[in-house]
């Protein structure tokens, strides 16, 4: 009997250290296993600076879930938005991507650019980069948002994370790239044409 309870202790004591390490995907370790729902499947960087020193983006990917909002604070629903900034010959080009509707792009400058690590600053998004860890089987509108955005500086920022259909900093990010797309000179794209998000090195 001494012996039985004995392995049922050790059974224990493992089970407690796999619920506390998160169940899937120990933290700081990459993992590619699939969660079961409530899952949650870490990838962390723990060596990424959360300092970023340069100013100067020259490519950006984001995609979020952000709820649309009527006057008196009611919601009409949401939407999925991708955004992506690639250097073109003569500048940057800005595309959207919101799902449902037609691809646009614009052409945007460098002082535009400013305004996008203005709001970075703003919400101190650098103290997240590095972080990657997602939770299956949430709600559409709590899908994985993402932020990536490399600089000249060979600095790079990048996140993953259960979305929030609230983000201060997406919408930020999304009320900024509209006005831009709002230009007469935002032309429709075809979906083949936008340049898809490159995969996230770990």
Excluded at 149 to 167: C, I, M, N, Q, T
């Amino acid at each position: 009997m001494k012996k039985i309870l004995s392995i049922l202790l050790v059974a224990a004591a493992s089970l407690g250290a796999f619920f506390a390490l998160g169940g899937c995907g120990l933290t700081g370790r990459s993992s590619d296993t699939d969660c079961v729902d409530g899952g949650v499947t870490r990838r962390h960087s723990y060596d990424a600076p959360k300092v970023i020193h340069s100013a100067e983006i020259v490519a950006l990917d984001t995609n979020f879930f952000l709820l649309d909002w009527e006057e008196g604070g009611c919601s009409r629903g949401g939407r999925h938005w991708a955004f992506s900034v690639r250097r073109e010959e003569e500048g940057f080009l800005l595309t959207a991507r919101p799902r449902g509707q037609e691809a646009r792009a614009v052409a945007v400058d460098e002082a535009f650019l400013r305004k996008v690590h203005a709001v970075i600053l703003k919400h101190d998004l650098p103290r997240r980069n590095g972080f990657d860890a997602v939770t299956s089987g949430l709600p559409f509108e709590y899908a994985p948002c993402s932020l990536s955005v490399d600089y000249a500086s060979g600095e790079r920022l990048y996140f993953h994370k259960d979305g929030d259909p609230r983000s201060a900093w997406a919408n930020d990010l999304k009320a900024l790239f509209l006005r831009a797309l709002d230009s007469p000179d935002a032309l429709p794209i075809q979906e083949s044409e936008v340049l898809a998000p490159p995969v996230p090195e770990h």
